[in-house]
């Protein structure tokens, strides 16, 4: 596709559940970022990936969360036994790493609610 | 920590009248970028700025990054209701090769008719 894709655009889940948000990126962007939204606030950043490698995974808040992006494309955000302080929007992006500057191209983002 | 603090934080005004957003840091930027956010969307990239100093209008978006790469500004001349949304600063520091985007926490701006 032209740009970068996200599903599902919504998911509800139970607490303790387990869900896996995907994100289709723009062909040939070889960097690829997962973000988390609350309402009227900036990205927070997640984890970075350059190619199949995480680059930084520093934002992920705990070993709960978990990414793949096994052939440097697609991409899967692994959330385990969910709680309620995780629902948020989550974004992806990609971008080409070229040059002094990162432009990065956003998906729709995944509303995720935990009840 | 690299931060990126955005000012003011909500904004309300009339079409027609005249903004200016700022985004600040204590730190030193390879580059930063504007993005505006619509409700249900992603992040939308406006403009990318490199040099310090640099000046980039887009019709009646106005962009600046401070000569020391640590601010960036953004003005908005005779704001549109479709000017209305979240408006995020984002700079780049490749030191180590690491392209992770640093964010600020957004303007949110309505421009009422």
């Known amino acids: 596709g032209a740009g970068v894709s996200q599903t599902p655009s919504n998911k509800v889940t139970e607490k303790g559940k387990y869900v896996e948000l995907r994100c289709d990126p723009i062909?040939?962007?070889?960097?690829l970022y997962w973000y988390r939204q609350s309402l009227g606030q900036g990205p927070e950043f997640l984890i970075y990936f350059q190619g199949t490698g995480a680059a930084d995974d520093s934002g992920l808040p705990n070993d709960r969360f978990f990414a793949v992006r096994p052939e440097g494309s697609v991409s899967t955000l692994k959330i385990q036994r969910t709680e309620r302080g995780d629902s948020a929007v989550y974004l992806c992006?990609?971008?080409?790493?070229?040059?002094?500057?990162?432009?990065?191209?956003f998906g729709q983002g995944t509303r995720l609610t935990v009840v | 920590t690299q931060l990126l603090e955005q000012s003011p934080q909500f904004l309300s005004i009339q079409e027609g009248e005249n903004l200016t957003v700022y985004c600040n840091s204590s730190?030193?930027?390879?580059?930063l970028q504007w993005y505006r956010q619509e409700p249900g969307e992603g992040p939308v990239l406006l403009v990318t700025v490199v040099t310090g100093g640099e000046v980039k209008k887009l019709k009646r978006l106005t962009f600046q990054f401070g000569d020391a790469r640590k601010d960036s500004s953004l003005h908005i001349t005779a704001a549109q209701t479709g000017d209305t949304g979240l408006y995020l600063c984002a700079g780049t520091n490749n030191a180590g090769n690491n392209r992770k985007l640093i964010w600020g926490l957004g303007t949110s701006l309505a421009v009422n008719p």
């Open positions: 992006a990609s971008s080409l790493t070229l040059g002094e500057t990162t432009e990065a191209f």
């Open positions: 730190s030193v930027f390879s580059s």
């Open positions: 062909s040939g962007h070889t960097a």
